[in-house]
């Protein structure tokens, strides 16, 4: 069934919208006015007759016009009849924000099966319960309650926990990133799960990265398919909790899911071209990298730097990573050597010193690019106190001519103007350690040698 009008809707109902400021109901419609979302919002609540400005419906089944999505946050014994209702209003996709389900306990799980009866029956898709909501910035969608983002990205996350989600976003918020796209909690699953969300957006074209907090899978042979099959159209990054026994039970007590083995969910992402993480950086890192669309179809890169630390810790990483430094031609290091003065370093790391001219970004740039066919650069700019933005025009100029990934580390780059923000917003990936820094190229890499591998 459909899930385009669960994300791109034309009106949105709010069962449980509610007058008090603070309250989930009232946080949701408040949400949706504030994300600008173009199609009508029916509050629904027998008690108001208007919420923020809104006319209120007693229940779903007054309002004018067929639902095609509609958000639920009343207390979970009334959900079942809520969905009738919604049956009734003709509604395509339900948000059920509502806790008290399946993750209780046997009552939980019973009323949670009826839902699902209901909306089977009716041609309903649900999401959740037991969720945060759902965000479509490409659709001004803010179904949702809790921190929303200032900045809209590339990257689909889907959650099974909502905090988790709630979390990311203020994070990215605080760092300034244009990260996210989509989020959904999707909670108890019982209904719409990350195999149904995966195939959905696959297919979106406002979606470069699908990012994954995953708890567990139901159907581990259909995920795997479907995921398979997405992932030669766009990468997927999963971090899965419940590794050890005490995150299992935990996972187990958070949302009723079982874990599993974690060596056989290792071999599964493995098989299906999904990049497994481990960390919430990692996720972060690899998700802003892969969203560059700069893919490395091979696994041997030069890195160039004005600060020798810095370079060799990158070196080092790469070698934890399975990353090989290119070998210089001795075409290219004779080059370097006229073209440089003598205290910098030609061999790969390339070091410029930190004497901080970007004309010598420019050389060791132009110099290994013409002459050498390198999977990818790495650069490590520590400033400078002056020129910053003209080693980022110097950055954007070469990977525009020779169209080879990038992966950018700016240390203290409070002190170098604009130039940081310069590469963001051409595209170009930048973190503020060498070692995420490497990290993300080996994103790149992983992606671009499987989509090799399978496509042939």
């Known amino acids: ?15 449980g919208a509610s007058r008090t400021k603070g309250k989930i109901g009232h946080n949701v419609v ?47 014994p009334l959900v079942p009849s809520a969905m ?36 089977r029956r009716n041609g309903i898709r649900v999401i959740g319960p037991n ?38 976003i203020s994070l990215t918020n605080r760092l300034g990133m244009s990260f996210f796209n989509v989020v959904v909690s999707i909670g108890n699953k019982c209904d719409v799960d990350e195999v149904d969300l995966i195939e959905f957006l696959a297919k979106d074209e406002n979606i470069r990265v699908i990012a994954l907090y995953i708890e567990g899978l139901r159907n581990g042979r259909k995920f795997m398919e479907v995921a398979k099959k997405a992932s030669l159209l766009k990468p997927i990054v999963i971090l899965k909790a419940g590794r050890s026994p005490e995150g ?36 972060l890192d690899s998700s802003l990298a892969l969203a560059s669309k700069q893919y490395a179809y091979g696994d041997k890169i030069v890195i160039i ?22 070998r210089l031609s001795s075409k290219t290091i004779s080059e ?49 106190l002056r020129g910053g933005e003209e080693v980022a025009r110097i950055i954007i100029k070469y990977r525009e001519i020779y169209k080879k990934p990038m992966v950018v580390c700016w240390l203290a ?24 820094a490497v990290f993300a190229m080996a994103s790149l890499i992983r992606y671009g040698m499987y989509l090799r591998r399978e496509r042939g």
């Open 336 to 384: 370097l050597r006229k073209l440089l003065p003598p205290q910098c370093a030609v061999e790969n790391p390339i070091d410029v010193t930190g004497d901080p001219r970007p004309e010598r970004f420019e050389i060791a740039l132009r110099t290994v690019l013409k002459n050498e066919d390198p999977s990818g650069i790495l650069l490590i700019v520590i400033g400078p």
């Open 30 to 76: 408040e949400n949706l006015l504030n994300g600008g979302f173009k199609g009508r919002i029916y509050p629904i609540n027998p008690k108001a007759d208007e919420i923020l400005g809104l006319k209120a419906y007693r229940n779903i089944r007054d309002v004018p016009e067929d639902v095609d999505l509609a958000v639920i946050v009343i207390p979970a």
């Open 131 to 168: 969720c945060q909501g759902l965000i479509n910035l490409s659709a001004n969608l803010i179904a949702w309650f809790g921190p929303v983002p200032k900045k809209k990205g590339s990257v689909a996350f889907i959650t099974q926990s909502g905090a988790y989600g709630g979390a990311l």
């Open 413 to 436: 780059k409070e002190f170098a103007g604009e130039g940081p923000s310069m590469v963001e917003e051409a595209g170009i990936p930048v973190y503020d350690t060498p070692e995420r």
């Open 248 to 283: 299992a039970r935990a996972v187990l007590s958070h949302t009723g899911t079982l874990a599993g083995r974690d060596e056989i969910f290792d071999a599964a992402f493995k098989q299906c071209g999904a990049l497994r993480v481990y960390t919430t950086e990692e996720l």
């Open 84 to 119: 009738e209702d919604c049956a009734a209003a003709n509604v395509k996709g339900v948000v059920i924000i509502s806790a008290g389900f399946s993750e209780i306990g046997e009552e939980g799980r019973k009323l949670e099966d009826e839902v699902v009866r209901i909306a």
């Open 1 to 15: 069934m459909n899930l385009a009008p669960t994300f791109y809707p034309r009106n949105v109902a709010v069962i």
């Open 305 to 326: 730097t004005n600060a020798g630390g810095p370079g060799a810790i990158a070196a080092d990483t790469c070698r934890d990573h399975n990353i090989k430094l290119l």
